[in-house]
């Protein structure tokens, strides 16, 4: 079936560390891929996406790349901060399945000063 | 210009009543969907409506239900509700569903506790 995998958190960091959240999925073609993020007590936001194999999808300093031969999509920071401390959640839309997300479990970061 | 609106945020039912949540998706967004997080399943997808229309349906008993108007705002509706329905209820919206490069931004979610 089409699922997602994230790595189990919570993920500790110290400020200014080099931040790999790892995002496998299963599918068949070509599916979207997406990582979210949501702040206590929020929604989701859209921290970045890729739509075709080895698109990089970049924001605020996060990166992640579509590998296809892989099947992973990892989210990568070169430098955290305290504020990034949230819970990430890697998710994939099928082709033809609208938008229907299927969402990872979610990584909770804890960033420490 | 406005975000995904839902309403209300936090409200507290008893076992089997029913609750309605309501969502303005973003202004010309079209195509709305609906997800239940909760600690134990994560985020899981109930529907999608696009133009009125329920274009997609997750793994949700007959109970969970949805509807789109004309004007895009779409509700969703839980009826006899159990203890393990208590979740955030987040709606998404876009503006049409499926295109490639479609972003999808959600709302801050419906926080509904069952006692």
């Known amino acids: 079936g089409n699922s997602v995998t994230q790595m189990e958190g919570p993920v500790t960091l110290s400020e200014e560390a080099f931040l790999t959240i790892n995002c496998t999925y299963t599918?068949?073609?070509?599916?979207?891929l997406f990582w979210y993020v949501q702040y206590p007590g929020e929604g989701l936001q859209l921290l970045l996406k890729?739509?075709?194999?080895?698109d990089k999808g970049s924001n605020k300093g996060f990166e992640a790349t579509y590998r296809k031969e892989t099947t992973s999509f990892h989210l990568e920071k070169g430098s955290v901060q305290v504020s990034d401390s949230a819970v990430y959640f890697c998710?994939?839309?099928?082709?033809?399945?609208?938008?229907?997300?299927?969402f990872g479990g979610g990584t909770r970061l804890m960033v420490k000063p | 210009k406005a975000g995904v609106t839902q309403t209300p945020r936090y409200l507290i039912k008893t076992r089997g009543q029913q609750v309605t949540l309501s969502c303005s998706p973003i202004s010309g967004h079209r195509s709305v969907s609906w997800y239940q997080q909760t600690p134990g399943q994560g985020l899981q997808f109930l529907f999608e409506y696009f133009s009125e229309t329920q274009r997609n349906k997750g793994n949700f008993p007959g109970r969970f239900s949805g509807r789109q108007f004309s004007n895009s705002r779409s509700e969703m509706n839980v009826s006899t509700l159990e203890l393990g329905d208590s979740a955030l209820y987040l709606c998404?919206?876009?503006?049409?569903?499926?295109?490639?490069?479609?972003?999808?931004?959600f709302g801050e979610g419906s926080w509904l506790t069952v006692v």
């Open positions: 998710a994939r839309r099928a082709n033809n399945a609208g938008n229907m997300l299927t």
């Open positions: 890729a739509t075709k194999a080895d």
């Open positions: 599918a068949t073609g070509y599916p979207s």
């Open positions: 998404a919206s876009s503006l049409v569903p499926g295109a490639t490069g479609n972003t999808i931004y």
